[in-house]
């Protein structure tokens, strides 16, 4: 398999920046991983703010609640802009993740025109 499909399939199954420490571009890979990163921790910052906010109003005599319940409470709490940045993060790292496929395969893509040209000479 070449390089350009070898670090496509990287960044496309293990993330964005995974092709490109395959390539052996460590400062471009690091830069994805990290901005993915601190995506993830902006979502699971919003997620733990929310269940925290859910937990205080569960009526300490219930025993289960149901799932309409649940989503009356979530939906209660979820404010806008929690709702934004949310999506917000989520895009972005759709967007780091699809440019991270792309240009791992354009990388590779021209590593393998290089290699197969040097040894053609």
């Avoid at 994805?32 to 703010?49: E, F, G, H, N, P």
């Avoid at 219930?62 to 802009?81: A, I």
């Avoid at 934004?84 to 993060?89: I, M």
């Avoid at 440019?99 to 393998?112: H, Q, T």
């Amino acid at each position: 398999m070449k390089k350009a499909l070898k670090a496509a399939f990287l960044s496309g199954v293990l993330g964005a920046g995974a092709g490109h420490l395959y390539l052996k571009r460590y400062r471009r890979g690091a830069f994805l991983i990290m901005s993915t990163l601190c995506c993830l921790v902006v979502i699971a910052t919003q997620a733990i703010k929310q269940a925290q906010i859910i937990f205080r109003e569960i009526p300490k005599e219930s025993e289960l609640l149901n799932f309409d319940e649940v989503s009356v409470l979530v939906t209660k709490n979820f404010s806008t802009e929690d709702f934004l940045l949310t999506n917000f993060a989520t895009m972005l790292i759709m967007l780091i993740w699809t440019f991270g496929i792309f240009d791992a395969y354009k990388i590779g893509k021209d590593m393998d025109k290089a290699k197969s040209s040097s040894t053609n000479q």
